[in-house]
């Protein structure tokens, strides 16, 4: 199963690593992808091939295994007739995660580590990856049967149990190879900086996130007893403790460390809190009088008005309809009425032709002012009507009028 790894800038500026062909350079990166949270997998190159050079048969990854394995980035062994691949200096370069189930694959032993730690040789000790027991708890029985293992070209299979030359110029060349890397140093233990957020942050937020964060702050990452102690600092303020804490992600973005978490908010005396008492109730507002603005619109009528006896007879339905069904249909009758009367008053049906012309004058001076094609149909009759009721005195019939009309 493929897995995420990460590719540090001086890979590319690596002199041994130049002298390999392009394909095996990339082979190096996809045996990363392929390896378990140890650096280990099978060494299988036609699998390898399929996995990593799918579109590309005509690739050589016997030949290319080779090669890395000659300069040093990986090693080639076998234990019990299986065969696999280390990645040299894997644990130094790269970081699984932390759900990644441990190796499955018996790791190797070189002679002069096997014989250590055996009690053989005094002087040496195993590499750091190595223990005398195994992930699965087997002992050191199996190890012995490791054997490394060179390319096709140079004896495969064969035994380098007594080629300690050998296996010297190849931990020099691998560690020649690390120091040409110009990689930077180890950073942080990025796993117990995991941990202490998961801890201690009430919104630790996605891993995935919460790990690119931690990835990209590890530069400026403090000493993780001060980082802890940001935490449990920021993690007992009351603002978090209430629930208004930031996800970890973005506090780690925002460097939090650095910061000092807000204090307690002041309680505010309990004289200086105003009694608000009950919300006041406004007045509750007086029915309107219809019978009454009906009576004071007909005494507003002008005694002469052309078709008085017609508004008149209007308006006295409109009281009926008020005191019936209430002052909304009442209002509407109003509104009816009177479009009623300027409409026929404004084609002459009902006398004073003279206030109908100079309505229209009205009319005619405001098209030419604003434009021929300006003013709508409605705004016209609006504006006719209006000035119609300007000439003839006519009030504005309704329930809410203006106050010189009131009863």
């Not at 890979?11 to 390896?35: K, M, Q, Y």
């Not at 973005?253 to 978490?261: A, F, I, L």
Request: net charge negative; charged share 30%; aromatic share 6%.
């Amino acid at each position: 199963m493929a897995r995420i790894r990460a590719i540090k800038p001086g890979f590319f500026f690596n002199e041994d690593l130049a002298g390999v062909p392009a394909h095996g350079r990339l082979l190096f990166i996809g045996l990363w992808t392929l390896a378990d949270r140890q650096g280990r997998l099978e060494d299988r190159p036609l699998r390898i091939r399929a996995q990593v050079f799918a579109y590309e048969p005509e690739v050589d990854v016997e030949a290319l295994l080779g090669e890395l394995a000659a300069r040093g980035f990986i090693v080639r062994y076998e234990v019990e007739g299986e065969r696999y691949l280390q990645v040299v200096n894997w644990e130094r370069h790269q970081r699984p995660n932390s759900r990644e189930e441990q190796s499955r694959i018996p790791p190797c032993w070189t002679v002069a580590e096997l014989a250590a730690v055996l009690g053989r040789d005094s002087g040496s000790a195993p590499h750091s990856s190595l223990h005398a027991q195994d992930e699965h708890g087997e002992n050191l029985a199996r190890a012995r049967t490791c054997t490394h293992v060179q390319g096709e070209g140079e004896g495969k299979g064969k035994e380098q149990e007594g080629n300690s030359k050998g296996e010297g110029e190849q931990r020099e060349r691998a560690g020649r190879a690390e120091a040409d890397a110009g990689e930077e140093p180890d950073g942080p233990d990025l796993e117990a900086y995991r941990s202490a957020v998961l801890e201690l942050h009430p919104r630790p937020g996605l891993p995935i996130e919460l790990e690119r964060e931690l990835w990209q702050a590890r530069g400026a990452l403090p000493p993780l007893a001060e980082f802890r102690s940001a935490l449990e600092a920021w993690a007992a303020c009351e603002q978090w403790r209430e629930g208004f804490a930031e996800a970890a992600p973005r506090w780690l973005r925002g460097r939090g460390w650095k910061g000092r978490p807000p204090g307690p908010r002041r309680a505010a005396p309990r004289g200086d809190v105003p009694h608000l008492g009950p919300r006041p109730v406004a007045e509750p507002v007086p029915e309107l009088d219809v019978a009454g603005r009906i009576a004071a619109l007909v005494a507003a009528l002008p005694a002469g008005i052309p078709g008085r006896e017609g508004l008149v007879e209007g308006l006295a339905m409109a009281e009926r309809a008020g005191a019936k069904e209430g002052p909304e249909a009442a209002e509407h009758m109003l509104e009816a009425l009177e479009r009623g009367y300027l409409g026929r008053m404004a084609r002459g049906e009902l006398g004073d032709v003279e206030a109908a012309m100079r309505a229209e004058q009205v009319v005619d001076q405001a098209r030419a002012m604003v434009g021929p094609n300006r003013l709508t149909d409605a705004a016209l009759e609006a504006m006719r009507h209006q000035a119609l009721a300007a000439e003839l005195g006519l009030p504005k019939l309704t329930l809410f009028g203006p106050r010189e009309v009131a009863a």
